[in-house]
């Protein structure tokens, strides 16, 4: 007798990556943290279930429409979760390529924040202008960031016994996905210009993966 595996990883790739950075939240115990390119709140209302210490969470996104969609996903976990803790959650439009002067002075030198599945979406060039908004300008003193390893995709792809939608890349909307050397040197770069620190991890692997010498599904990084 076979048995069909419906999704491929044991746990939603999404909620291992969530997992992990909860984890490093619990661990370092920050006071807040930003979410950047939050999109419809899915890390936000994942965090709410259990915040912790946090005193309060706060999303960034440059789509109105999408934050608005998110606003209504985080207002009603209570009906889910009636004996959590509740704590604000509140949800700012910002351009990660150009952070408003108002931004930054409010909130430069904050304790922790997470770039999830985000900047795969940009390009190179807007990828530089966001660094330098986060690393330099803004200067956080923890951050968190997950991108696909392009190297893994031919494991999801048998894995999900699909053609690739989209060529190369997972979704048709990125404008790039790294393996493991070029997402290695950018941290590197992205420490060696900022003097930063950085863990490198990874995220996920198929089940049935026996091999592992492709890595994980995604990057992961704390800075």
Known sequence: MSVEISNPFLLPLGTQRYHQALNYIQSLKPDFIIDFGCSECNFLFYLSRDPGDLQFSIGVDNDERTLLKGYRSISVPSLYYPHMRSYPVYLIKEDITKLSDDFISKYKNCPFITIIEVIEHLTLEDLELATEQIFSKLAPMTVY???????????????????????????????????????????????????????????????????????????????
């Open 145 to 223: 960031l997950t991108t696909p390893n392009i190297e893994y995709n031919e494991i999801i792809t048998k894995s999900f016994e699909k053609d690739r939608r989209y060529g190369q890349f997972r979704h048709a909307d990125h404008k790039f996905e790294w393996n493991r050397t070029e997402f290695r040197n950018w941290c590197n770069k992205i420490c060696e210009k900022f003097n930063y620190s950085g863990k490198i991890e990874g995220v996920g692997r198929c089940v049935g993966d026996e091999d592992k010498n492709l890595g994980f599904a995604s990057h992961s990084v704390l800075f």
